[in-house]
C-alpha cells in the first residue's frame, strides 16, 4: 500500500514562494512518474506538473510554466514543487500523485490510483 504524503503548504502573499514536498512509502519510488495537480474551490483538479522517474520527461500546465518548478531526489523518494512569483489563482489544495505510466500522469488523471491527502495554498492580493 502506498502512502504519499505533502506538506509544504501555507499562506503567501501575490509574488511570493512556496516550496511543496511529497514524500512516499510503501512501494518502490524509483521507477514512478510523479505529478502534482491542484483543485480550486468549486473547481475541478487539474494537472500542475509531472516528472518522469529518471528526470528526462518533464511537462507543466501553461498557467505555470516560466513558475513552477517540478524536482524529484529518488534516495529520499520525495518529489518537489518550487512554486515562484505565486498569484492569487493559484490558490487550491494541492496533490501529488504517482503512476508507472507519465502519460496517466498528463493526459487520463482520471486512472490515477495513489494520491496524497493534500495541502492548502493560499495565496492573498
Known amino acids: 500500500q502506498v502512502q504519499l504524503v505533502e506538506s509544504g503548504g501555507g499562506l503567501v502573499q501575490a509574488g511570493g514562494s512556496l516550496r511543496l514536498s511529497c514524500a512516499s512509502s510503501g512501494r518502490p519510488f524509483t521507477y514512478y512518474a510523479m505529478g502534482w495537480f491542484r483543485q480550486a474551490p468549486g473547481k475541478e483538479r487539474e494537472f500542475v506538473a509531472a516528472?518522469?522517474?529518471?528526470?528526462?520527461?518533464?511537462y507543466y500546465a501553461d498557467s505555470v510554466k516560466g513558475r513552477f518548478t517540478i524536482s524529484r531526489d529518488n534516495a529520499k523518494n520525495t518529489v518537489f514543487l518550487q512554486m515562484n512569483s505565486l498569484k492569487p489563482e493559484d490558490t487550491a489544495v494541492y496533490y501529488c500523485?504517482?503512476?508507472?505510466?507519465?502519460?496517466?500522469?498528463?493526459?487520463?488523471?482520471?486512472?490515477?490510483?495513489?494520491w496524497g491527502q493534500g495541502t492548502q495554498v493560499t495565496v492573498s492580493s
Open positions: 500523485a504517482m503512476d508507472p505510466r507519465i502519460a496517466t500522469l498528463t493526459r487520463e488523471a482520471h486512472k490515477i490510483r495513489n
Open positions: 516528472i518522469s522517474w529518471t528526470n528526462t520527461s518533464i
